[in-house]
């Protein structure tokens, strides 16, 4: 979250007359939590609805639009933005072992509904996961959220997709080989290729093609 978005979190806050703790309290999050946000950590888009439901002023602190209190607030937002479900499920972008955890959402970020438009993306066919791993470094970084488009999911040669065999997940370039086999590639060149064989292997499924995107486009 940028330093403006932080502090406008932090003055709507004190405008209501509340502390760190207090605002804590109403959304059922820790002190440490507000601390972390308006010290400009992200905020989860379902905390921030919660502000909202508590008074902030949301598209002020997103926007930097200072608007009259209405009923129209929540239409307001809901014309800027899309929300897009978070997953916690930790994709391997190494060689070893991967960590899958909750298949529920754990929460939501709001991406700029021109952005998504812009990139032909729906937002109900997207989902966000984290990377982790250094090996598809500098093109993803270990603890990266992904966006995934789970509506994309045919496989194009020099493209990135999330991956699960069984119980594992991967992040990689992938490649097609001649006997249908894919290669899965590290941009990382510390890391091998590794090969799998959608013949042979049981239980293989593309959960989506990885889309990059901008800080600028979610929130």
Avoid at 124 to 144: N, R, W
């Amino acid at each position: 979250m940028s330093n403006l978005l932080a502090e406008r979190f932090k003055s709507e806050r004190k405008r209501l007359n509340l502390s760190q703790e207090g605002l804590g309290n109403l959304i059922g999050v820790s002190e440490s939590s507000i601390k972390r946000w308006e010290n400009g950590a992200a905020i989860p888009s379902d905390k921030l609805t919660l502000c909202a439901e508590q008074g902030l002023d949301i598209l002020y602190i997103l926007l930097g639009q200072n608007l009259n209190k209405s009923l129209n607030k929540r239409s307001e937002f809901e014309t800027e933005f899309d929300l897009v479900n978070v997953y916690d499920v930790k994709i391997s972008a190494g060689h070893g072992s991967i960590c899958s955890g909750d298949a529920k959402p754990v929460s939501r970020l709001a991406f700029r509904k021109d952005w998504l438009h812009k990139k032909g993306l729906n937002a109900k066919d997207l989902l966000i996961v984290c990377a982790t791993g250094d090996s598809m470094i500098p093109t993803i970084q270990d603890k990266e959220k992904l966006l995934v488009n789970s509506a994309d999911k045919e496989l194009t040669d020099g493209f990135i997709y999330v991956i699960r065999n069984q119980d594992n997940y991967w992040v990689k370039r992938i490649q097609i080989q001649f006997d249908g086999s894919l290669l899965l590639i590290s941009d990382n060149k510390l890391y091998p290729p590794m090969q799998l064989d959608l013949n042979e292997a049981s239980d293989i499924e593309i959960i989506g093609r990885w889309v990059p995107s901008s800080r600028n486009a979610f929130y």
